[in-house]
């Protein structure tokens, strides 16, 4: 089911912790979502603090006695923590296997070794697309920048012919694909099915991704015509390395998880026998956990070991890995405390009573809310954990599709119009080397074109499936 009714019926859910009408709620989810942008953005507090203090705001304008709003806020953040801080910890150990052992750099040496001048937007796209799989849109850039700077010198390239496709695929990645953190909370939220939503993600980020990508990047070109900036090129990880694992080895090692997940959806798909042993077999290893534990184990050898890295150069990579990613474990769980403390007010209920008589999709609704999340707050990720709290009872009726087209929707309404409040349009703006009149032009479009096109994608998607 992808459009509203009266007909349609939330899910059952708790007693809200709050008896207020829609309006003091309407007014209660303002006031939280205002209080956090503006400690975010005006008083540059970090993003963990100001999401608990907008929970707190939330509860209180809503009415909701502060023990009660406090327990919600604790409950989200365990559940979401529990559910998704270890396969981030996880997803960080093989991004950084990847990056230190000199296999990213063996990926985009291969391709751009075997493409010719034309394709070289494409190529670059591909490149991220696959880098951008296990690691987070910033540890990405930092991975690729060098390499977009590299390439757009010596071409003699535009530096938006090469850098927009190179930012267009870490970002379709970032926000639509598991196992980033965004979609894995939003798939945990609305109850999806985490292969289905990774299958029909890739269905939607490859167009997506062309179209923002390759496409754009020559309107890009023309309207911010600029060179790479000489002091932004970086060393690669691989230059002190006397060896590199191959670029086969290298894709199968990031490939894992994906087939793993995706050989689980297929099973299930195919036999849909919750009692049948080849399925509960494929229920484990499929799973997001032992996925990613095992292509974290496979990487040691396949990346570390091919890399000449001996056993405590290995633990030293895996321990390195862990300690920047903490602030978004505790982010994402500060989210995941909002979002429940949105449910918990009843707001998700109250979204359904009001759009009951609306002619207009679940899937637009969900796109719409998570927009309006990202435009106020700046964070791919808060939008998308706080519009699938909101619009989680939307999937209580849908099929198992429709449910992870509605994670989708939602992840591209969270990379709308990235603008001055996201970490991401300054770290483009600085690595670039633009003003930010040139990156609202290329970056924030882009952006724009990501969300818009992707959940044209969705929407088409639901009319066939």
Known sequence: MTHLSVEMLAADAAEPITSAGHAQLGIAVLAGIAVIVLLITKF?????????????VLGAVAGAPLDKAITSFSTGLGTTVAGTGVLIALGAVLGRLLADSGGADQIVDTILARASRPAMPWAMVLIAGIVGLPIFFEVGIVLLIPVVLLVAKRGNFSLMRIGIPALAGLSVMHGLIPPHPGPLVAIDAVGANLGVTLALGVVVAIPTAIIAGPVFS???????????PEKMVPERASDDLAKRPGFGITVATVLLPV?????KALVDIVIDDPEDTVQRVFDVVGSPLIALLTAVLVAMFTLGRAAGFTRGRIATTVEKSLAPIAGVVLIVGAGGGFKQTLVDAGVGQMILDISKGWNISALLLAWLIAVTIRLATGSATV???????????????????????????IGCGSLFFSHVNDAGFWLVKEYFGMNVGQTLKTWSVMETLISVVGIGCVLLLSLVL
């Not at 087939?259 to 050989?263: I, Q």
């Open 218 to 228: 020559r309107y890009a070109a023309r309207w911010v015509d600029i060179r790479p």
């Open 383 to 409: 939008a998308t954990i706080s519009a699938a709290g909101l619009v989680a009872p939307l999937a209580a009726d849908m099929s198992t599709t429709h449910a992870a087209l509605l994670v989708l929707a």
């Open 44 to 56: 540059k507090l970090h993003a963990f603090l100001s999401l608990i203090i907008g929970s707190l």
């Open 259 to 263: 087939v793993m997940m995706l050989a």
